[in-house]
Nanobody, 126 residues
Framework: VQLQASGGGLVQAGESLKLSCTGSGQITSSSAMGWFRQTAGKDREVVGYLNRIGGLTFYDDSVKGRFTISRDNAKNTVYLQMSSLKPEDTAVYYC????????????????????WGQGTLVTVSS
């Protein structure tokens, strides 16, 4: 599985930005896709994820109500719509995929994910 992320950039606080991540390869119906972010000197942290099939969508508390994850299975693409951005949202954002579904918050640890995109930088100025 290969993942290609795009859409990062520089925005001002309060603005919106939409990231995309397209996967290729053996993406099965039982897989999940998600977004993580990382800043210098810190571990990669979960933003949110969803299952390819099914109703689960998980969000970290820090983005709940501001960020929305959606998918287009026909395009093997997952999106991260970010609104009301804050300077603390500044990070490199990574998309991730795994071959099996997530249940609840079982996939918040980055070690649970097998495939990673190259990262896209989001910078939010105050």
């Amino acid at each position: 599985v290969q993942l290609q992320a795009s859409g990062g950039g520089l925005v001002q606080a309060g603005e919106s930005l939409k990231l995309s991540c397209t996967g290729s390869g053996q993406i099965t119906s039982s897989s999940a896709m998600g977004w993580f972010r990382q800043t210098a000197g810190k571990d990669r942290e979960v933003v949110g994820y969803l299952n390819r099939i099914g109703g689960l969508t998980f969000y970290d508390d820090s983005v709940k109500g501001r960020f929305t994850i959606s998918r287009d299975n026909a395009k093997n693409t997952v999106y991260l719509q970010m609104s009301s951005l804050k300077p603390e949202d500044t990070a490199v954002y990574y998309c991730a995929a795994r071959g099996t579904r997530c249940v609840g918050d079982a996939c918040v640890d980055s070690s649970r994910w097998s495939y990673w995109g190259q990262g896209t930088l989001v910078t939010v100025s105050s």
